[in-house]
T-cell receptor
């Protein structure tokens, strides 16, 4: 079974600084997708970024980028120029190649200090 | 705008009541939808996979008779919490995806409070 591990229950960052959230996963599949979702206090789940395992290039979305290390099964999220609105719970998630089902990590609560 | 609509957003009702929650995909057809439960400060726990035109697939430990799922069309799945009790109080979220590997789009969730 696939597992997703987020080893940092909480992280904090100063506004305008950079922070990296860690995620590792375990799978025997070769074709899969990885996601980072953000859940602010409103509890709405918002997609931050998506990575296809067959792509070597790291995905980027404006201030958000990932460091995808397939051999190490690592998928960290880097947030640059942190803003107060980035404060939220961040979930790393895995989806197998033939399946829609998402496996979530336990989440990392990010605090942004002004 | 939202591509998955979930309704209602908040329910408060008496113990013993059955509560129906709807999840609609607005921009795409979804043969598969998912229902999650989330406790405070915890991750999403998958309850069941809703399959259009067939029976839902429940995760281990989830009572089928307590949490009834119906996926009658390609854009609508419903979760009915039958004879709800205070321990069923939680935040329930649905999701749907337009295709394999595509991101799941989530509803805004339903906060269920059983008195």
């Amino acid at each position: 079974a696939q597992t997703v591990t987020q080893s940092q229950p909480e992280m904090s960052v100063q506004e305008a600084e950079t922070v990296t959230l860690s995620c590792t996963y375990d799978t025997s599949e070769s074709d899969y997708y990885l996601f980072w979702y953000k859940q602010p206090p409103s509890r709405q789940m918002i997609l931050v970024i998506r990575q296809e395992a067959y792509k070597q290039q790291n995905a980027t979305e404006n201030r958000f980028s990932v460091n995808f290390q397939k051999a190490a099964k690592s998928f960290s999220l880097k947030i640059s120029d942190s803003q107060l609105g980035d404060a939220a719970m961040y979930f790393c998630a895995y989806s197998g190649g033939s399946n829609y089902k998402l496996t979530f990590g336990k989440g990392t609560l990010l605090t942004v200090n002004p | 705008g939202a591509v998955v609509s979930q309704h209602p957003s908040r329910v408060i009702c008496k113990s013993g009541t059955s509560v129906k929650i709807e999840c609609r995909s607005l921009d795409f057809q979804a043969t598969t939808m998912f229902w999650y439960r989330q406790f405070p400060k915890q991750s999403l726990m998958l309850m069941a996979t809703s399959n259009e035109g067939s029976k839902a697939t429940y995760e281990q430990g989830v009572e089928k008779d307590k949490f009834l799922i119906n996926h009658a069309s390609l854009t609508l799945s419903t979760l009915t919490v039958t004879s709800a009790h205070p321990e069923d109080s939680s935040f329930y979220i649905c999701s749907a995806s337009p295709g394999v590997g595509q991101p799941q789009h989530f509803g805004d969730g339903t906060r269920l409070s059983i008195l």
